[in-house]
């Protein structure tokens, strides 16, 4: 079993839905987490972060924890067909130094249509 | 704005001959830096920790010969693919944390074509 589980899609959403985006994780431990969004042949470039269980919302994403069951999801109102791209999710149990790379999951592609 | 540089972007070598990619902290010192590589359709899969000062730490089928990590500085470091063969034909990509507790930030990405 991978520790980031996360569905590859593709999923395909008319433009002005509310798509969400979901990852689930075995480690318990783990505590910070990243949604990043990946165009074709670009590196990933970070949309949300947060630590521990809880929403954060920035513009038209918002992004949710929830320790207790092990599952994270971003939600992304009002969808643009620029939404298109790969969103991965990540996570990590230790950000302190930063000498410890992220679990990512498999990363999930979204197809927003005119 | 971009917090991680990679150059090149893109790069097409033939095989046999070696080359190498740099990845830069544009306003942060990065003791550590991360080096992945990306198949099509896949996520990223990490090959190896880049120490600086000290050896990378190598994941566990990477070949540490043929994938040369320097550190060599607290905002630069550079993987060397050697003696290159089209199976090594991916997207590299490099990532560093800026500070203590907050995000990682990656790299715009090197596609190499091994011909």
């Known amino acids: 079993q991978k520790e980031v589980e996360q569905d590859p899609g593709p999923l395909s959403v008319p433009e002005g839905a509310i798509v969400s985006l979901n990852c689930t994780y075995s480690?318990?431990?783990?505590?910070?987490f990243m949604w990043y969004r990946q165009y074709s042949r670009k590196g990933p470039e970070l949309l949300m972060y947060t630590y521990s269980s809880g929403n954060k919302e920035d513009g038209r994403f918002t992004a949710q924890v929830d320790k207790s069951s092990k599952y994270i999801s971003l939600f992304i109102r009002d969808s643009q067909p620029s939404d298109s791209a790969t969103y991965l999710c990540?996570?990590?149990?230790?950000?302190?130094?930063?000498?410890?790379?992220?679990?990512f999951g498999s990363g999930t592609r979204l197809q927003v249509q005119p | 704005g971009a917090v991680v540089s990679q150059h090149p972007s893109r790069v097409i070598c033939k095989s046999g001959t070696s080359v190498k990619i740099e990845c830069r902290s544009l306003?942060?010192?990065?003791?550590?830096m991360f080096w992945y590589r990306q198949f099509p359709k896949q996520s990223l899969m990490l090959m190896a920790t880049s120490n600086e000062g000290s050896k990378a730490t190598y994941e566990q089928g990477v070949e540490k010969d043929k994938f040369l990590i320097n550190h060599a500085s607290l905002t630069l470091s550079t993987l060397t693919v050697t003696s290159a063969h089209p199976e090594d034909s991916s997207f590299y990509i490099c990532?560093?944390?800026?500070?203590?507790?907050?995000?990682?930030?990656f790299g715009q990405g090197t596609r190499l074509t091994v011909v």
């Open positions: 990532s560093a944390q800026r500070q203590v507790n907050t995000e990682a930030f």
């Open positions: 480690n318990s431990a783990f505590q910070y």
């Open positions: 990540a996570m990590n149990d230790y950000m302190d130094t930063g000498r410890r790379a992220l679990t």
């Open positions: 306003d942060f010192q990065a003791t550590t």
